[in-house]
């Protein structure tokens, strides 16, 4: 099936990209391709966000940050 990326609209572009992640993300889940420590990661990350010990970066901190770590 090819898909006429370049006549949809940018917003189902979106929609289709996090249907499809979802879809993915489930399958990866239950066929095992994600190590079960990355939910361990998960969870804790979430944990802080939820206690309110999380902390964040904006876009532009975050960018140079990991332009730091390839260059």
């Known amino acids: 099936m090819q898909l006429e990326l370049n006549q949809m609209p940018i917003g189902e572009k979106f ?3 996090e249907q499809l992640w979802e879809s993915m993300s489930k399958d990866a889940q239950n ?7 990355h939910f361990d990661v998960l969870d804790a990350r979430e944990k802080r966000v939820v ?5 964040f970066s904006d876009l532009s901190e975050a960018r ?3 332009q730091k770590l390839v260059l």
């Open 64 to 66: 140079k940050r990991l």
């Open 15 to 17: 929609l289709m990209m």
């Open 51 to 55: 206690e309110g010990t999380a902390t």
């Open 31 to 37: 066929n095992g391709f994600s190590p079960s420590w």
